[in-house]
């Protein structure tokens, strides 16, 4: 599969831009930049981000729509809770996991809303990484991406690779030098789904990143802890304690 035809990769369609409703008849939405995706587990549907792309935004205003693809007068899927999580101990002491957002969706959304977009969370389309392995992020870039006439974005994507562990035990890095890029910051990839190409497996989530001197390093959150928060607001859990 060359990057091409990566574009058209079904985390592709699971994309949405963080984008909040306004009162404004000439512009109806507004956003900071940020990425999230739509994912499936125990047959509902979750939105995963970054809580800081949210920035001053009222929470209950984020527009959410049915397809990557964003048109007047689309709507949105009514927000139920943003899940959060809070009080860390352990190794999450100081890290960026009080950065996840997990966006859960109304009870009454109706199940076919998302229209088969949502990437499905399972043992065999999930996976952690290791060094060397070949990943690629892609996302809605602020610099990159633009809104074509038809209401698609023309998404961006960043190969990588992956470089370790970082001294946030909880988060990865990746890293890709570029001999020439048509960019010059990855602002609005914080919330962008991480695939791992070895593995063949969704493997994390941006949290954040930068680009200089043809050099782009992204830190990169495991999907393990994703997938912790999304069972712990699943299942009504007030508190999670695992290992990684």
Same mark, same amino acid.
């Given at each position: 599969?060359?990057?091409?035809?990566?574009?058209?990769h079904p985390l592709a369609s699971a994309l949405?831009?963080?984008?909040?409703?306004?009162?404004?008849?000439?512009?109806?939405?507004?956003?900071?930049?940020?990425?999230?995706?739509?994912?499936?587990?125990?047959?509902?549907?979750?939105?995963?981000?970054?809580?800081?792309?949210?920035?001053?935004?009222?929470?209950?205003?984020?527009?959410?729509?049915?397809? %990557?693809? !964003? @048109?007047?007068?689309?709507?949105?899927?009514?927000?139920?809770?943003?899940g959060f999580a809070n009080n860390l101990g =352990? *190794?999450?002491?100081?890290?960026?996991?009080?950065?996840?957002?997990?966006?859960?969706?109304?009870?009454?959304?109706?199940?076919?809303?998302?229209?088969?977009?949502?990437?499905?969370?399972?043992?065999?389309?999930?996976?952690?990484?290791?060094?060397?392995?070949?990943?690629?992020?892609?996302?809605?870039?602020?610099?990159?991406?633009?809104?074509?006439?038809?209401?698609?974005?023309?998404?961006?994507?960043?190969?990588?690779?992956?470089?370790?562990?970082?001294?946030? %035990?909880? !988060? @990865?890095?990746?890293?890709?030098?570029?001999?020439?890029?048509?960019?010059?910051?990855?602002?609005?990839?914080? =919330? *962008?789904?991480?695939?791992?190409?070895?593995?063949?497996?969704?493997?994390?989530?941006?949290?954040?990143?930068?680009?200089?001197?043809?050099?782009?390093?992204?830190?990169?959150?495991?999907?393990?802890?994703?997938?912790?928060?999304?069972?712990?607001?699943?299942?009504?859990?007030?508190g999670a304690f695992y290992y990684s």
């Open positions: 599969m060359n990057w091409e035809e990566l574009y058209q949405r831009a963080v984008f909040f409703q306004t009162e404004y008849t000439e512009y109806p939405h507004a956003t900071h930049g940020g990425t999230l995706f739509i994912v499936k587990y125990g047959r509902r549907p979750y939105g995963v981000t970054c809580k800081h792309v949210l920035g001053d935004f009222d929470p209950n205003m984020l527009h959410v729509s049915a397809r %990557t693809e !964003l @048109r007047p007068g689309q709507l949105s899927a009514r927000i139920k809770n943003l =352990g *190794a999450a002491v100081g890290s960026d996991l009080g950065d996840l957002c997990i966006i859960e969706f109304a009870d009454d959304l109706a199940p076919d809303f998302f229209g088969g977009t949502a990437y499905p969370i399972e043992n065999k389309t999930v996976g952690s990484s290791a060094a060397e392995h070949d990943l690629f992020a892609i996302g809605i870039s602020k610099d990159r991406s633009r809104l074509l006439p038809d209401g698609n974005f023309a998404l961006c994507m960043l190969p990588l690779r992956d470089r370790g562990p970082t001294s946030d %035990t909880l !988060l @990865r890095r990746a890293s890709a030098r570029y001999g020439e890029a048509d960019f010059e910051t990855i602002t609005g990839m914080s =919330g *962008a789904p991480v695939f791992n190409l070895t593995k063949q497996v969704l493997c994390g989530m941006v949290m954040r990143g930068g680009f200089r001197d043809g050099l782009c390093e992204v830190r990169y959150l495991d999907v393990w802890h994703i997938i912790q928060l999304i069972h712990a607001i699943h299942v009504r859990a007030l």
